[in-house]
T-cell receptor
Framework: GENVEQHPSTLSVQEGDSAVIKCTYS??????FPWYKQELGKRPQLIID?????GEKKDQRIAVTLNKTAKHFSLHITETQPEDSAVYFC????????????FGQGTTLQVKP | NAGVTQTPKFQVLKTGQSMTLQCAQD?????MSWYRQDPGMGLRLIHY???????DQGEVPNGYNVSRSTTEDFPLRLLSAAPSQTSVYFC???????????FGDGTRLSIL
């Protein structure tokens, strides 16, 4: 079936350290992989996305890597800051039927000052 | 430009009652979707639509109905509310499913 697995469910790092969140997806035909950040009580907001014709994408302290062969992609946050503390969701677009975006279970990131 | 507007923001229902969660967007997006968010379970897709007149089921469609009569509106109907449907519901829209999703502020629904 169409599935996205996300690990870890919680992650605690010291300010300035790096954080890595990993996701796997079930359908090799998937071709769009966004990452969302959700602060407490707020809506999810896109922070970065990658398409299957690209292996890596960076935006300042945030980067995403994609391994199509292994069907997994990862979010990397460098030089973490307390304001990075939030829940992070990965997602994958599945092309079956009319196409749908499925999310992972989320990772709660805590950055300790 | 309002983006994605969800109403109501909060709602308390009794078991067995029905209600409609409203979602409207003013960005001329074709793709719209409904998710529910429960602790530890992420965002689970309920129903989605790729354009007016076209809807499809997501991961957890049971107990919910949708329709898409216009590009702008995508209401979610709870037919007979159950305590298991207590959740935060998010509506999202984009030009296509492969584009960044714009989320509404959510509806917090409690069913007693």
């Amino acid at each position: 079936g169409e599935n996205v697995e996300q690990h870890p469910s919680t992650l605690s790092v010291q300010e300035g350290d790096s954080a890595v969140i990993k996701c796997t997806y079930s359908d090799s035909a998937s071709n769009y992989f966004p990452w969302y950040k959700q602060e407490l009580g707020k809506r999810p907001q896109l922070i970065i996305d990658i398409r299957s014709n690209v292996g890596e994408k960076k935006d300042q302290r945030i980067a995403v890597t994609l391994n199509k062969t292994a069907k997994h992609f990862s979010l990397h946050i460098t030089e973490t800051q307390p304001e990075d503390s939030a829940v992070y969701f990965c997602a994958a677009f599945f092309s079956s039927n009319t196409g749908k975006l499925i999310f992972g279970q989320g990772t709660t990131l805590q950055v300790k000052p | 430009n309002a983006g994605v507007t969800q109403t109501p923001k909060f709602q308390v229902l009794k078991t067995g009652q029905s209600m409609t969660l409203q979602c409207a967007q003013d960005m001329n997006h074709e793709y719209m979707s409904w998710y529910r968010q429960d602790p530890g379970m992420g965002l689970r897709l309920i129903h989605y639509s790729v354009g007016a007149g076209i809807t499809d089921q997501g991961e957890v469609p049971n107990g919910y109905n949708v329709s898409r009569s216009t590009t702008e509106d995508f209401p979610l109907r709870l037919l007979s509310a159950a305590p298991s449907q207590t959740s935060v519901y998010f509506c999202a829209s984009s030009y296509t499913g492969r584009q960044p999703q714009h989320f509404g502020d959510g509806t917090r629904l409690s069913i007693l």
